[in-house]
């Protein structure tokens, strides 16, 4: 649908058909005039709702945001034990990033800005309240890891296969049953109790 028509969208709409303009061409080669020719809208429409890029932008993340906590964050009951919600939240990513490809896009564009000032409204808007999730998971272990860094590599040891999925393909030893969302949070929860987060007496 062209412009011009006289079409109205709802902010919620806008958002929607905005976010795999930025999850293809992240932040730098989407034009408002871009979103407004996805939205059959004027880019006078888009400027009503959003006052320039920056704050669409940061918008498009935080809606992708809301719209995925809820998955990430189900069955996570502060009555199990550490173990058994840390293994549900690292599933239920592995699962997010295996089937939604616009998501896995969008977060490796977040992570490629190099806009400090927009990292820092990201970071303080939109990805802080998941990392504090994560973080009281790890807290919650008996384990002497920083649980800052182990919080970024949990994150890290599930997001990046995903993301490089095409390529692992052709690398040695690999099978079609590693691309199962449930095989890697089982490695990933392996590789935890097994490795950093065993607990050592202090002193060794």
């Not at 996805?38 to 918008?59: N, R, V």
């Not at 990513?93 to 990201?122: C, G, N, P, T």
């Not at 008996?142 to 490089?164: A, K």
Request: charged share 25%; proline share 4%; with cysteine.
């Amino acid at each position: 649908m062209g412009q011009g028509t006289g079409k109205r969208r709802t902010r919620e709409e806008i958002l929607e058909l905005s976010v795999p303009l930025f999850a293809e061409f992240g932040y730098y080669d989407v034009s408002m005039r871009d979103v407004a020719a996805a939205c059959g809208l004027t880019p006078a429409a888009i400027y009503y709702h959003f006052s320039d890029k920056d704050h669409l932008y940061l918008e498009v993340v935080a809606h992708e945001f809301r719209e995925k906590s809820a998955a990430l964050l189900i069955d996570l009951n502060d009555s199990d034990a550490p173990w058994v919600r840390l293994e549900k939240f690292v599933t239920n990513l592995a699962h997010l990033a295996a089937k939604d490809e616009v998501f896995l896009r969008l977060i490796q564009w977040v992570r490629l800005d190099s806009e400090e000032k927009r990292q820092q409204k990201l970071a303080a808007h939109v990805l802080k309240d998941l990392f504090l999730v994560v973080h009281r998971l790890v807290t919650g272990l008996d384990c002497r890891c920083d649980p800052y860094l182990l919080s970024m590599s949990i994150v890290s040891l599930v997001l990046i296969p995903f993301e490089g999925r095409q390529i692992r393909k052709f690398m040695p030893g690999y099978r079609p049953e590693h691309d199962q969302p449930d095989v890697l949070a089982r490695h990933v929860i392996n590789l935890l109790r097994l490795g950093a987060c065993q607990h050592h007496p202090a002193g060794e």
